[in-house]
Structures are given as structure tokens and as C-alpha cells.
């Protein structure tokens, strides 16, 4: 195992949340417990899982196989779309897959815009976090008007917004609000979601550091703040992704991955408002 300090980022609940996680959308539930466990095994200490992604049973079994004490790990997971009128019971039965008593982070995946009832979730998972089993709360996917709105109605501002961010959608304007209002931003899709920007700079980078190019988009992560959270099936790329801490990416190099953001056109994935 490496053993590496990972950086952490301070919530607005007094906790810290590990910089770089590992994310399992599309692992197979199946294979859950065996990848989540390589990734325990290769350092990682914040696993990213979601009850819509039916793999948290083997989560929880990765945890329970490395014999590391659940404090010192970091445990996400999200309510799922269809039981947005029931987050009280689909928490508990979170816990109950992952056979945890409590999580560290848990989120509302999305804001099901035309629903309209995430005021009203939110108002639940602020009663989850007072019972103490989620130690913070947080949405996903929720652009600033979201954001605003529970804010204003419930006065409880979400410890973090975990949405699509990477290289080439560099989410400024949201990033600015969630800095004005200490909402930790965490990246999902930081390496683009699985087709690397092939930037000639950003090769450029990575052959100056003499890393690979995923080393230098989750080392930018990591010097822009964000919580990153990348997946891979494979022990390689597990090792690859989480050795981005002995370097350090320059002023110029940061600027050169500044100016590929292409706003709204670098979207990869689901527009909130699309998700129903
Ligand atoms: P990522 O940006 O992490 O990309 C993952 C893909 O990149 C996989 O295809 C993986 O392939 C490949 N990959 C991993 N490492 C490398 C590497 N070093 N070089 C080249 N390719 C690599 O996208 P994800 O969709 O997996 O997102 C990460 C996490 O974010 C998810 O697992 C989930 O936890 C979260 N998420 C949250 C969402 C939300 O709505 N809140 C939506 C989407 C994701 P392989 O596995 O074969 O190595």
C-alpha cells in the first residue's frame, strides 16, 4: 500500500473531505468488492457511490475486507432519483447495503428540476444530518438557482456540489458561487469520463513532469481545489491516478489548462435539466 497523505478540503460541518476519492459508477456490482478493495489496497481512502449505482453492498464489503478503520475512511452516497419522496427510508437502506451506521457525505444526485420537490428533500437530508448519520450533507448537480433556493428556504447551505467538471468544462461560474458560499466543489467526470482530452498542451505537461496526462488533469484538480473523484476497473490506473502528489504543476501550466475550458460546449454528460 502507499502510503501517502491525501490532501482534504475543510467542510462547512467541520469535517474534511479527502481531495482525491475513487468513484464506482459502472462498476459492476458484481466486481464491486473486489475493485473497491484493489483501490483500498492501492490508497484510497473516500470511496464515491450512489444507491442508483446498486453497488454499495459491495462497498461496504471492500471496507469490512481491508480490515481499515471505518474512520479513516471517507464514504459518499447519493438518494436516487426515484425515491425523492421517500429519503428517509432509501437513506437507511443505503446504510443498511453498505452496513454502516452512518455515512460522511450523503447527496441528492439531482435536482429533478420539473419534479420540484428538492427544497423539500433537502429539508429531509437536513434532518439526516441532526441525526447524526450522515456527518455532511450535499447536493449534485444543482446550478445556482437550485442551490439558491434551498439555501434560502431551509438557511442550511450544502457542504458540497459534486458536478460534471473536467479541463474542457471548467465550471467557473459555479465554482465562484460555491467558493462565496463554502460549498466544496467535487468533480465528477475529472478525467472527461473516459476520453482523455487529447490537447497537444496538456501532453506537452505531462511530458515536461514526466508524468502521464491523467496524472496532470487530476493534479489540476487537486491545485484548483476541486475534489476529484476518478474510476478505473484497473490496479494500473488506480496507482497511476492516485500518484499526482509529488509534483507540482507551475503558474504557466495551470494557465495553458485554463484556456482549454470550452464553457457550455465541453458538457459530456446529462444537463441537470435534462435528467427526469
Ligand atoms: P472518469 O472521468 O473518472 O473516467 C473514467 C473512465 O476513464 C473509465 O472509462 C476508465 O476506464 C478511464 N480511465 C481511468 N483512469 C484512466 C487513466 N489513467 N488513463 C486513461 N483512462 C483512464 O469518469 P466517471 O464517469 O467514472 O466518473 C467518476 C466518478 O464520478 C464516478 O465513478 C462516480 O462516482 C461519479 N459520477 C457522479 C455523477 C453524478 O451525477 N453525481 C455522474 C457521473 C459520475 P477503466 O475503468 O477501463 O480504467
New binding site residues.
Given amino acids: 500500500m502507499t502510503e501517502t497523505t491525501i490532501p482534504t478540503i475543510a467542510l462547512n460541518n467541520g469535517t474534511a473531505i479527502p481531495q482525491l476519492g475513487f468513484?464506482?459508477?459502472?462498476?459492476d456490482p458484481a466486481r464491486t468488492a473486489e475493485i473497491a478493495g484493489t483501490a483500498l489496497e492501492v490508497g484510497y481512502r473516500h470511496i464515491?457511490?450512489?444507491a442508483g449505482?446498486h453497488n454499495e453492498a459491495g462497498v461496504g464489503e471492500a471496507v469490512r475486507a481491508s480490515g481499515i478503520a471505518r474512520n479513516d475512511l471517507w464514504i459518499t452516497t447519493?438518494l436516487a432519483n426515484g425515491d425523492q419522496e421517500h429519503p428517509e427510508d432509501a437513506f437507511q437502506a443505503s446504510l443498511d447495503a453498505l452496513g454502516f451506521d452512518c455515512v460522511d457525505l450523503y447527496?441528492i444526485?439531482?435536482p429533478l428540476v420539473e419534479k420540484g420537490i428538492y427544497p423539500n428533500v433537502w429539508k429531509s437530508l437536513t434532518s439526516i444530518a441532526e441525526s447524526g448519520r450522515a456527518k455532511a450533507i450535499g447536493v449534485?448537480?444543482f446550478q445556482i438557482e437550485h442551490l439558491e433556493r434551498i439555501i434560502a428556504e431551509t438557511g442550511v447551505t450544502p457542504a458540497v456540489n459534486?458536478?460534471?467538471l473536467?479541463v474542457e468544462f471548467q465550471q467557473r461560474e459555479l465554482r465562484a458561487f460555491h467558493l462565496e458560499h463554502g460549498i466544496a466543489t467535487e468533480a465528477?467526470?475529472?478525467?472527461?469520463?473516459?476520453t482523455?482530452s487529447d490537447a497537444p498542451v496538456l501532453q506537452q505537461i505531462a511530458a515536461a513532469h514526466g508524468k502521464?496526462?491523467?496524472?496532470v488533469v487530476l493534479r489540476w484538480h487537486i491545485q484548483v481545489g476541486n475534489v476529484a473523484?476518478?474510476?478505473?476497473?484497473?490496479r494500473d490506473?488506480m496507482a497511476?491516478?492516485f500518484d499526482i502528489f509529488s509534483f507540482q504543476l507551475t503558474d504557466d501550466d495551470l494557465a495553458a489548462i485554463a484556456a482549454l475550458d470550452r464553457g457550455d460546449e465541453g458538457r459530456r454528460?446529462t444537463h441537470p435539466l435534462q435528467m427526469r
Fill in positions: 468513484g464506482v459508477f459502472r462498476v464515491d457511490t450512489a449505482y447519493k447527496l444526485h439531482w449534485s448537480n459534486q458536478v460534471e473536467h465528477w467526470y475529472p478525467l472527461g469520463g473516459g482523455l502521464s496526462v491523467a496524472q473523484i476518478p474510476k478505473s476497473n484497473h490506473r497511476e491516478n454528460g
